[in-house]
Structures are given as C-alpha cells and as structure tokens.
Nanobody, 110 residues
C-alpha cells in the first residue's frame, strides 16, 4: 500500500491550498479516509474524514473553511483549505483505512 501526498506549501493568511493523497495497492472505495494534522509537541488531531459510504465528519468549525472529498475512480483523497490562518500551520497526514501518508507541511505565515 502506498499513499502519496502532495499540495502542501507556504501561503499567506487568507490563502488557499489543496492537498491530495493518491492511494495504490488497496481497494480505495472500501475504506474510510481522511486527514489529520500535527504541530510540534502536540498530538495528531483529526481534521476531517469520509466513510466508505460517503458520510463526512469535520472537527470543530473547520468545515467553514475546509472541504474534504474523495474520488473513488482516481483512488484519491482531497482537502481543499481556504482562508488559511497561522494556526492551521502543521504537518498534514492522510489516512486510508489503517494506512498513513508521509505527511505534507502546510505553513501559513505573512
């Protein structure tokens, strides 16, 4: 199983990024998928997830600015992040079932 993340980077406050997580080696549509994020010294925290049936959960008020989606035909998971804030700075990890991506750094700074 391989999960390849992309789309991270540095943006100014108010900017947008779209993270992608391309999966291979498993039947993507059968699994819950989602995104966690982690800052130094903190525990990894859930951002959003989608069940295999398409039910979406967001943590706290992130749904105001973040949109999670999945494309089962492309075996890819996405996280659209808008109006980014400095507190969104973290390493973002995707998961597909019990499998994890390598993480992609998102830095929001002026």
């Amino acid at each position: 199983v391989q999960l390849a993340e992309s789309g991270g980077g540095m943006v100014q406050p108010g900017g947008s990024l779209r993270l992608s997580c391309a999966a291979s080696g498993l039947v993507f549509s059968c699994y819950a998928v989602g995104w966690f994020r982690q800052t130094p010294g903190e525990q990894r925290e859930l951002v959003a997830r989608i069940s295999s049936g398409g039910v979406i959960d967001y943590v706290n008020s992130l749904s105001d600015r973040f949109t999670i989606s999945r494309d089962n035909t492309e075996n890819t998971l996405y996280l659209q992040m808008n109006d980014l804030k400095p507190e969104d700075t973290a390493v973002y990890y995707c998961f597909v079932g019990a499998n994890w991506g390598q993480g992609t750094q998102v830095t929001v700074s002026s």
